[in-house]
Structure formats: C-alpha cells, structure tokens
C-alpha cells in the first residue's frame, strides 16, 4: 500500500512535470486547491486562489512556452497529520538537458491537504537559492536574502493560517507540569469545542489534562509526559470534551517548545478524528459481519449436498476451489487431499471420463458469457478408478478480482440412474405380464383421444409395447361398421359415434357395452363384445377412452346350450306341476268320500241313541271310514317320499273281507244319497 507521505511525493513530481516539461496550465492547475495561496519571486506574483493562479500559470506559459528539465534534491516531507503534510526541496531548473544556457536553482516550499481521498496543493512559496535568473525569466523580481527571509517569515505565517483552517480541530498547549496547565489555545479549537476562552477556562480549570475523557486520560497523560522527558514529538488518539458535554475522539501530535516566558511548554495540533473512528468501527463491525457471513458461506458449502467446483477460465480449466461434497464425490477424503493431486488440479478434466471429456469441453466453451447456465449429464472417473454418473449446472462466474471463472455444481445420480434402470426393467415386465394378461382376454385394445379424433392399437413387438396408429377415431368407426351385421348397425353408430360419445360422457356416463355380430377375417359372421371405459386424464382435458374387443361365440354357444337345458328342465317343472295339481284334484275328491261316511253316521247314531245296536254299527263304521281317511293321507304322505327318493315298499297280510266291508260302508251311505243299490 502507498504511504501518506509517498503519495505527497507523487503529487509534487506530477506537478512540476505538467508546469515545467509539459507546460500545461490546465493539467498543473488540476494539483491546486480552489483556496490555494501561491507566492512566486516578486511583489506582484502572488496568486489567492486557483483562477488567479490559472491567469498567472496561462501567461507565464505563453511567455514561455518551451519545456524546462528539472532535478530536485534535498527534500524533505513532514506529515503534520494523516490529511496535511509539508513538502520542501531544492529545483535545479534546466532549459535542455544538457544542462546550459543558464541554469536556474531554485527553493519550493508546499502545503499539502488531503480531502476525500485526493491529495493537492493548498499552499506554495516559491524561493530564490541563487541570484541568476534575469527579469522575466520564471517569477522575475530580485531579492535580497534579507528580503527573502522576509517573504519566507511572511509565508510561513499565512502556510501555518491556512493548515489552521483546513484542519478539523485547532492548536492546545500546556506547561510542561502535572496536569499540563492551560499555556495556548486558539480561536478555532475553542469554536470547534463551543467554548469562549473564558468558558473553557472554567470548564477545565486551567489543565489541558481535564478536557480529557476520564477513561484515556492516564493513558495521554502518561504518552505526553514520556515524550517531554525524551524532547520527542508524540501522537495519541483520545476522547476530548466539548461544552456540550459530549465527547470527540481527536489525534493529538504534540512536541516540546520553550514559551515565551522561558519555561517547557507542550503544543499540540487536535484534529477531529470521530468521522473516521466511526468510519473505522463501521469498517471493523462490516468486517466481522463479512466474516461471520463467509463462516456461514463456508459451512453452507461445505455441508451442501452437492458438490462445488470453480476452475479457471482456460481451454485446460484448473481447479480453484472444490468443497468437502464436490471432493468426495471425485473420491477424495477432503478438499486439501484433493489439491495435492496437482495432475488432476491443473487439469480438471482428468476428472471427466475420456469418453466424456470431449462433450464436457465443448459444453463449457458454449456458456462462455455470463448468465448462462448449461446442464449435463456425464461420467467421471474417481480418484479410485471408478466410474460414476453425475448431473451437474455449469456457468460463468467473475470472481473478486472481476476474473472470469467456471463454476459448476453436480450431484453423484450413480444409484438413482441404477434405481432407474432397475425400476424400468420392473415396469417393462409389469407391462409385458400386464399385456399378456389383457390380450389374452381381449385380443384388441384400442386407445381413442375423442376430443382429438384419433385412435391407436395396442401392439406388442418382442418385449416393448406400444401403440399403432390407426388414423382419426371416426374413420375407425365407420371402417368397423362396414363389417358389422345390419341388424346391429344403428345400434353400433348411437353406441360408438364420437359425437354421440362426448354427449353421453357429458352427461355422465363412464362405460359402454355392446353385443353384435360382425363380419371376421374368414368371412363368417362371428359374435362379438365392445366394451368402452372412459379413462381418467391426469394431463389436459381431452376425453380419453380405451375399448376392449373380444370375440364371444363360444360365450354364445355356452349361453344357448345353458337356455336350452333351462328350458327342458321348465318343461319338467311344469309337467310335475300339473301332475300334482291333477293328483291333489282328484285326493280332495277321495277324501270327501270317508268324509261324508263319517259324518253320515255321526248324525245315525245321534238320532238312535236309544238303540244301541244301532249307534255300535255307526260307530263300527266311522272307525272304517276314519281309517280309511288316514290311509288317504299317507298316500299323499308318500306321493312327496316319492318324489323325494325315500319311499320304501312293504309286503304285508291283511284281512280282504275286513276291506271290502269296510268299503262298502264307506260308499253304502253316499250310494244311498244318489239312490245307488250297493
């Protein structure tokens, strides 16, 4: 970095060279201060300000318009503060290089001011060191030395009045004593405090020292009183108060002086220093932020999940800064291993694998401005040898000395590609079984996008499937309708018309279903199903529709025997049924018959009660009827054995007049009733 007292030096070389060599009024001009005070080798070369030092430079140049050479020696810079500085030395002017035709020697005093950063010329004094130059040669006017020291003392006084006034601050002294009691202040420092001489006084009652935040004072006290036991100058920076009672940080340079009255004093040039204390602190606390800012941008980068690689901006890039991830990714154990392989730092594409390097270089050179942002996937090889995927971004960046640089960002996608391709592998025999299983019931698939008016097959070629284009969907339809059966035809066209589809998914409908018969590839009419699902679109709105088509003649053929068989076994139902309704036709009949012999005697009896005889042979009969009545039952009984498979036959004697007497008491009352002689 270029010291205060450096730059001083240049400033004083740029103007002699641009007043002397150049002869260039404006660009010597540029070094002056609007305030500057100039005094040249005369009464009347005095300049207040930078207009009249312009008009006197501007004529002086005209008047003299050939370059002067110049040495200059015995300079001495003196830095007042870190913003003032004085600058003396001794000019050996030359009208050639050669150094005749009267050379001119001559003494420059100069102070210099800082502001915002630039340094120039505040004031300047201009000496004779010898009595050569003729009037009107550089600052004609002869002078005397006495007159010399005159203008020097002159000088000195207005040079000490302007560092006075461009310095934010002022001049203290105090005795040399404990306390350093008040010796000298002057007007501006006590302005610049708010404080008439009387009120500072008071304020500090009479010491320098109690002007003094409390917290440095020992420190100052300690650093002045060194320096006047040493008969050295000092600089301290400290808290002085103000009237107000706040507090200024100020730079103190002091030195020891003998005052008027004999005795040690202590003067002191105070510059007011808060600005850039604040402007220090400012910088301090921006650069413990920054810090803590690249502490978080560094764990960031090292605990990203993603590599991180930034290379220079070369046809060979070389690696200029890999984190922890991007290292292990290129298998290395940490981003320090990794640059001690120099082979692979200075040539980052030894990384890439060979089959690769050639895409990835190309890639990098297509994003070689700013703001674009490449993707790539591509192998490398790692520092073992093995061979992995990446996915990367690649851009150009500027880096902080406004370079341009690579950087790229990539992610190890070895197991997911892997996953991928296994995942794949799964869904193609998913698919294939998918497929099998579906066209082994389904020989057709058709795919149809209703609202595009196209349609597709469902083919299968080896282990892939995929779909064959069958032109727009109501090309399709009427193709098929040609084949089908005329009987089925307007039925097919209302079903599978497109227009007359989108009217019924409008409505609500998710499925058809149609049985026709329809003319096949050997000529024959066969049966066959359609059925159309409305399939659910994830992606846009158009109607999608999958139909499934299938031949059903043996569907048929099953359906017909099935019919067949049902009707013959309703032919049966009915003929049992009729059977039995006859049979229960004829059974009410013949138990009626024992029925009317049992009440017939009932009421014989009643009326003979008298005679015995004759209510014993009522009774005999009832119990011939009432038995014969119960066998009637049993045959019913044994009419549903039958039917049931459980009737069993049995072979017994009975008694055959006990039968036929019996009968005919059964029918004897019934004959009577019809006038029948039994």
Not at 1 to 17: C, E
Not at 209 to 235: F, K
Not at 298 to 304: A, S
Not at 367 to 374: L, P
Request: a negative charge.
């Amino acid at each position: 970095m270029i010291s205060a007292g450096q730059k001083v030096n240049k400033l004083m070389q740029d103007f002699f060279t641009a007043y002397f060599n150049e002869r260039d009024y404006k660009a010597a001009a540029g070094f002056l201060r609007e305030d500057i005070r100039w005094i040249g080798l005369g009464a009347v070369c005095s300049a207040r300000d930078r207009s009249e030092a312009v008009k006197f430079l501007q004529a002086e140049i005209a008047a003299a318009p050939y370059a002067v050479f110049f040495e200059y020696e015995n300079v001495q810079n003196t830095m007042l503060s870190e913003t003032a500085a004085v600058f003396l030395c001794d000019l050996l002017l030359k009208k050639n290089k050669d150094g005749y035709d009267s050379d001119i020697s001559i003494r420059v005093m100069a102070a210099c001011n800082c502001c915002d950063s630039v340094w120039k010329i505040a004031a300047l004094h201009v000496s004779q060191a010898n009595m050569g130059p003729e009037t009107g040669d550089f600052f004609p006017a002869a002078f005397s030395m006495e007159k010399v020291a005159e203008v020097e003392s002159s000088i000195n006084r207005q040079m000490l009045g302007l560092l006075n006034r461009s310095i934010p601050g002022g001049i203290l002294g105090g005795y040399v004593a404990p306390g350093f009691p008040l010796y000298y202040v002057n007007e501006r420092m006590l302005a610049y405090l708010g404080y008439t001489y009387e009120e500072f006084v008071a304020d500090t009652k009479g010491l320098v020292m109690n002007g003094i935040h409390p917290d440095d004072l020992e420190r100052v006290e300690q650093i002045a009183s060194r320096a006047m036991d040493q008969d050295s100058e000092y600089e301290v920076k400290y808290r002085m108060k103000k009237k107000d009672g706040s507090y200024i940080w100020v730079s103190d340079v002091g030195k020891k002086v003998l005052a008027v009255n004999g005795n040690a004093a202590c003067i002191s040039v105070i510059r007011d220093i808060s600005g850039e204390i604040e402007a220090k602190q400012k910088l301090f606390e921006e650069s413990v932020e920054n810090r803590q800012q690249k502490n978080i941008l560094q764990n960031i980068i090292d605990t990203m999940p993603s590599g991180l690689l930034q290379c220079s901006f070369d046809r060979i890039p070389k690696a200029l800064m890999v984190n922890r991830t991007g290292a292990n990714i290129l298998g290395f154990e940490n981003e320090h291993e990794f640059f001690l392989r120099r082979d692979v730092c200075d040539n980052i594409l030894r990384c890439i694998h060979p089959e690769d390097r050639t895409k990835v270089l190309e890639e990098l050179f297509s994003i070689a401005e700013e703001g674009i942002v490449k993707n790539s996937s591509h192998r490398i090889k790692t520092a073992a040898g093995e061979e992995r995927w990446v996915r990367s971004a690649a851009c150009v960046i500027q880096n902080q000395q406004g370079e341009k640089i690579y950087q790229i960002i990539f992610h190890d996608v070895t197991e997911i590609l892997q996953l991928r391709r296994k995942n794949q592998q799964w869904d193609l025999m998913e698919r294939s079984a998918l497929y099998t299983a579906i066209t082994s019931a389904y020989p057709m698939i058709i795919f149809g996008n209703l609202t595009r008016n196209t349609c597709s097959v469902l083919d299968q070629e080896g282990q892939s499937l995929h779909s064959l284009d069958c032109g727009s969907y109501d090309a399709m339809v009427n193709g098929v309708l040609g084949s089908v059966a005329p009987e089925y035809r307007d039925e097919f066209t209302s079903k599978f018309a497109r227009q007359n589809q989108l009217a019924e998914y409008e409505r609500g409908a998710h499925e058809t279903y149609m049985e026709h018969r329809q003319l096949l590839d050997d000529g024959q009419y066969h049966w066959v199903s359609a059925h159309k699902i409305k399939v659910e679109n994830p992606v846009n709105d158009d109607i999608l529709t999958v139909s499934l088509i299938r031949c059903i003649d043996e569907q048929k053929d099953n359906e017909a025997e099935k019919n067949q068989i049902l009707r013959t076994a309703l032919g049966a139902a009915e003929a049992a049924n009729n059977a039995k309704t006859e049979f229960l036709s004829r059974m009410s009949h013949e138990i009626r018959t024992p029925m009317n012999a049992i009440i017939g005697m009932t009421a014989i009896a009643l009326s003979a009660l008298d005679n015995k005889e004759r209510i014993s042979d009522c009774l005999a009969k009832i119990g011939i009827s009432a038995r014969f009545l119960l066998s009637l039952i049993n045959d019913i009984l044994d009419m549903s054995r039958i039917e049931s498979g459980r009737m069993s036959l049995a072979h017994e004697k009975f008694d055959f007049e006990e039968m036929i007497n019996g009968l005919n008491s059964l029918f004897l009352s019934a004959g009577g009733r019809e006038g029948l002689e039994i």
